[in-house]
């Protein structure tokens, strides 16, 4: 994390500190809960198979019920007409508009070698990652209890 989002980071928890104040008891605890507890939400997304646990109400209640429209008897001509793709031309199209609808693929100026090299991505990677460095850029948001404001661990 750069200083700007340092700084943006510590801007934001002084402005949640601020509005946990004006919060309820049960709305601090769901922001509280929102704040701190990031990891636990995003482990609650993971993908969990069907246990032998689940009830089969409920795993009915996930199934796509899907059942095709069948004509009626009451589907007469008029109702089948009105969903008919028609394909008549309101006018001919004279040569002028066709040829503005026309892709013209011819290049201003060729590419030189130089500017088709800038565009490229180099995916080379400058130094492997060590544990130390991976761990500097995790943080976890706590509510310090005695200065009442959020702060980072």
């Known amino acids: 994390m750069d200083i700007k989002q340092e700084q943006s980071l ?37 993908f969990k198979p069907a246990s032998a646990e689940a009830g089969a109400d409920e795993v009915g209640a996930h199934s796509l019920n899907w ?9 007469g001509a008029d109702e089948v007409g009105a969903h008919q793709l028609h ?3 309101a006018h001919p199209a004279d040569a002028n508009e066709v040829g503005a609808h026309q892709l013209h693929t011819t290049v201003a100026h060729p590419a ?6 800038a565009h490229q991505l180099h ?13 500097a850029h995790s943080m976890t948001i706590v509510f310090d209890q005695d200065k009442e404001e959020y702060r980072i661990k």
């Open 10 to 46: 510590k801007r934001l928890l002084k402005k949640l500190s601020a509005l946990r104040a004006t919060l309820k008891n049960d709305e601090r605890m769901l922001l509280d809960d929102l704040v701190t507890n990031a990891k636990a939400d995003v482990s609650a997304h993971v």
């Open 67 to 75: 059942k095709p429209i069948l004509p009626t008897a009451n589907s």
């Open 87 to 89: 394909t008549t031309v």
């Open 112 to 117: 030189d070698a130089n500017e088709v090299g």
């Open 123 to 135: 995916t080379t990677v400058a130094h492997p990652a060590d544990a130390n460095e991976v761990g």
